[in-house]
């Protein structure tokens, strides 16, 4: 009778480790999966890369414009198609994200040079919060601060 006990306590043991393995397997892709597709969209505004912008911006989402602005899907489409007539370059520096069960908070950095305006240089610190639906996710909402280059 104790063996039966045994061998059932092994076998929940055993089920109960596959399912952590697996969310643990799950929430390291989907961090992979953010990590990088923040560093595209710093591109984006570079390349024009609308394409990216349409996946992995949910349509209901709402942005903050470092200057307090809001902009929704559209403007950051159409932001993006713009943006290679006035960033020479736009890369990420950091990102950091962190989940809440089907909700990550996606805080980082990345720099900037822009071919015309003041400043020429410098830096974004930003918050994106991704959401997931439908085993797909996307960012609902973001909120950018400029920080000027340093001299």
């Known amino acids: ?9 092994l076998i929940v043991l055993a089920s109960v480790t596959n399912v952590s393995t697996a969310r ?10 953010i990590k990088e597709s923040e560093s595209q969209w710093a591109q984006a505004g570079v390349t024009g890369d609308t ?14 414009e470092p200057d307090g602005s809001f902009y929704k899907k559209p403007e950051a489409v159409a932001e993006a198609r713009e943006g290679k007539e006035i960033y020479i370059s736009n890369k990420l520096t950091t990102v950091n ?22 400043p020429k240089r410098g830096s974004y610190v930003w918050t994106d919060t991704w959401v997931k639906r439908n085993n797909k996710w996307q960012i609902v909402a973001a909120e950018d601060v400029t920080v000027p280059a340093s001299n």
Do not use: N, P
Request: hydrophobic share 40%; proline share 0%; charged share 30%.
């Open 51 to 64: 394409a990216l912008i349409q996946r992995i911006v949910a349509d209901d989402f709402i942005g903050v």
């Open 1 to 9: 009778m104790k063996l039966k006990y045994r061998i059932l306590a």
């Open 97 to 118: 994200v962190r989940f809440y069960g089907d909700t990550a908070v996606a805080q980082g950095s990345e720099t900037w040079e822009r071919r015309t305006g003041k």
């Open 24 to 33: 643990v397997d799950e929430t390291a892709s989907a961090e992979r999966y």
